[in-house]
């Protein structure tokens, strides 16, 4: 292993690293960590951290499982990964992103310079998510999708008011191969189809069938993904 950064111990406890790990400058790899093979981390990085909690937070305090690295994942300058979550193989975590508690993020992914993703986010494998795209909690993004710079997806329809919300907040569910485009936002509970496209800019306010471009404010079907587009 190649440290540079801080390994913190708790009660003896530290991080486990496998022998070909590299970690970079002024980084901090807290003790509920394991790394796997051939991981590199970045300059900067704080690893395995707890997330905190704000006094309003309708979150349950609770104790996270170990957060897992998968071999040959690399995450650059400036990321910050918290506890509870497991990373795949082969996957790319960008400068300065920031992933949150009890997410799964799959195999040979791209999580893009500044991107968010909140907490208990389920990611399937080679998704990309470009510069500054923001993930929020409970979402399902399937296999192969591609979400590009600054798209904005939502929760919560009530904003923090009414208890009604408790019941209703959901993220939205991208379906293997669908493609959002820049700039675009996707209502609460909104369902991307399997190879949709979401166009520039779009307000996506209903669900989005399968193999169908839609874009507009708000988005509306029109017409058919070529089949020559389909990621498989």
Same mark, same amino acid.
């Not at 195999?107 to 998510?129: A, F, S, Y």
């Given at each position: ?47 395995? $951290?707890?997330? @905190? ?23 650059? !300058?400036?990321?910050?990964?918290? !506890?509870?979550?497991?990373?795949? $193989? ?128 708000? !988005? ?11 990621? @498989?």
């Amino acid at each position: 292993m190649i440290n540079h950064g801080t390994l913190v111990e708790v009660d003896g406890k530290k991080a486990k690293i496998a022998d070909s790990v590299k970690i970079g400058y002024n980084s901090v790899i807290y003790p509920d960590v394991e790394l796997k093979d051939n991981v590199i981390i970045g300059d900067n990085c704080i690893i395995g $951290k707890t997330a @905190e909690r704000a006094k309003t937070s309708t979150l349950k305090k609770e104790k996270f499982t170990p957060l897992v690295i998968g071999e040959g994942t690399t995450v650059c !300058a400036g990321a910050i990964i918290c !506890a509870g979550t497991t990373i795949g $193989k082969d996957t790319l975590v960008g400068d300065g992103a920031f992933i949150r508690e009890k997410c799964t993020i799959g195999d040979k992914c791209l999580v893009g310079r500044g991107v968010t993703v909140e907490n208990d986010t389920k990611i399937g494998n080679n998704v990309k998510m470009q510069a500054h795209a923001y993930v929020t909690a409970w979402m399902t993004i399937e296999d192969n999708v591609f979400i590009a710079p600054c798209v904005t997806t939502t929760n919560d329809n009530f904003m923090g008011r009414t208890e009604k919300r408790f019941a209703l907040k959901k993220g939205a569910t991208i379906k293997k191969g669908a493609r959002v485009g820049a700039n675009a936002i996707l209502l609460p509970g909104i369902t991307v189809g399997k190879e949709a496209f979401v166009a520039a800019g779009s307000i996506v306010t209903k669900d989005v069938p399968d193999g169908k471009l839609v874009k507009g404010v708000p !988005a509306r079907v029109m017409k058919d993904v070529p089949a020559e587009e389909y990621s @498989e």
